[in-house]
């Protein structure tokens, strides 16, 4: 399975951006997908998440009330809409998939990841 993610860019602060995760002839049922981030000498890192199988979502903290992440069913893709973006959200993205990632968000175990879109941010 292959996690297609997209809509990386540079961005000023303040702006906003939408990721985009896919997996073209693959159904998300029954799994959660996240999106995790890694910035530059720091380890990954929880951004976001949300289980297939009824919607809920959950947020890391630094994020909470400016990204929101989203799913489209006839498209079988995840979003994650950023707004007012800041420069300690530069890293680079990638979301993941796998059946029992909403138990806790934790990277371990995770079947599938996709390459990741890098997010820059100026201020």
């Known amino acids: 399975v292959q996690l297609q993610a997209s809509g990386g860019g540079l961005v000023q602060v303040g702006g906003s951006l939408r990721l985009s995760c896919a997996a073209p002839g693959f159904t998300f049922d029954d799994y959660a997908i996240a999106w995790f981030r890694q910035a530059p000498g720091k380890e990954r890192e929880f951004v976001a998440g949300i289980r297939w199988s009824d919607g809920s979502t959950d947020y890391a903290d630094s994020v909470k009330g400016r990204f929101t992440i989203s799913r489209d069913n006839d498209k079988n893709s995840v979003y994650l809409q950023m707004k007012n973006l800041k420069p300690e959200d530069t890293a680079v993205y990638y979301c993941?998939?796998?059946?029992?990632?909403?138990?806790?968000?934790?990277?371990?175990?995770?079947?599938?990841w996709g390459k990741g879109t890098q997010v820059t941010v100026s201020s």
């Open positions: 993941a998939a796998d059946r029992w990632l909403g138990a806790s968000w934790t990277m371990s175990g995770v079947d599938y």
